[in-house]
């Protein structure tokens, strides 16, 4: 079974600080692909960054980047100078082999003025 | 920039009537998915659909639900009586191949009264 676990429910930064919101997962594929999307209060999901499995280098996307941990099994996103835009509902998502998209519980998180 | 539409936005619907939610993927995605997101919760996988057929469906996905790719172009979730625990958010998603990213619709807000 693939699953996906983000033991942060809820968490809050200052703006302009950095936050790094939490992600394992399992899997028994070796080829997976990972992705951490954003689910603003509009409730759109929008794909923030995605890692493939094989890569080891770490994805980095502007202000997103991820600590990709294969052993470990983790995969963490580290957002930079945080704004107020980036409120939103954080899901970690596992793409293994050729199978649907697994999600998180998901994480919220709050920038604050 | 290609992107996935839902309509309707949002779909007020009694209990036991009928309700078919409406998306157009990205004209080249060859995989199309929906999930759905009870309000605070994760989000769940309902059915995948590759090559004009059903490739997986989850066991939330029973015999009330059904999709259908009438035309080409548009991919229908239709429910055929439903309960007041079916109000959630629908996403419907696509991808070009599996082990990319899915993109994602904006959703259908589903209120069963």
């Known amino acids: 079974a693939q699953t996906v676990t983000q033991s942060q429910p809820e968490m809050s930064v200052q703006e302009a600080e950095t936050v790094t919101l939490s992600c394992t997962y399992d899997?028994?594929?070796?080829?997976?692909?990972l992705f951490w999307y954003k689910q603003p209060p509009s409730r759109q999901m929008i794909l923030v960054i995605r890692?493939?499995?094989?890569?080891?280098q770490n994805a980095t996307e502007n202000r997103f980047s991820v600590n990709f941990q294969k052993a470990a099994k983790s995969f963490s996103l580290k957002i930079s100078d945080s704004q107020l835009g980036d409120t939103a509902m954080y899901f970690c998502a596992l793409c293994p082999g050729n199978t649907p998209l697994v999600f998180g519980k998901g994480t919220r998180l709050s920038v604050i003025a | 920039e290609p992107e996935v539409t839902q309509t309707p936005s949002h779909q007020v619907t009694q209990m036991g009537q009928e309700v078919i939610l409406r998306c157009v993927p990205i004209s080249n995605h060859l995989y199309f998915y929906w999930y759905r997101q009870i309000l605070g919760q994760k989000v769940e996988f309902l059915v995948s659909f590759y090559n004009n057929e059903i490739s997986e469906k989850s066991e939330i996905f029973d015999d009330q639900f059904s999709v259908e790719r009438p035309d080409g172009s548009n991919f229908t979730l239709k429910i055929r009586s439903t309960k007041l625990e079916d109000s959630a958010m629908y996403f419907c998603?696509?991808?070009?191949?599996?082990?990319?990213?899915?993109?994602f619709g904006q959703g259908t807000r589903l209120t069963v009264v």
């Open positions: 890692q493939e499995a094989y890569k080891q």
């Open positions: 998603a696509s991808r070009v191949q599996m082990n990319t990213e899915a993109f």
């Open positions: 899997t028994s594929e070796s080829n997976y692909y």
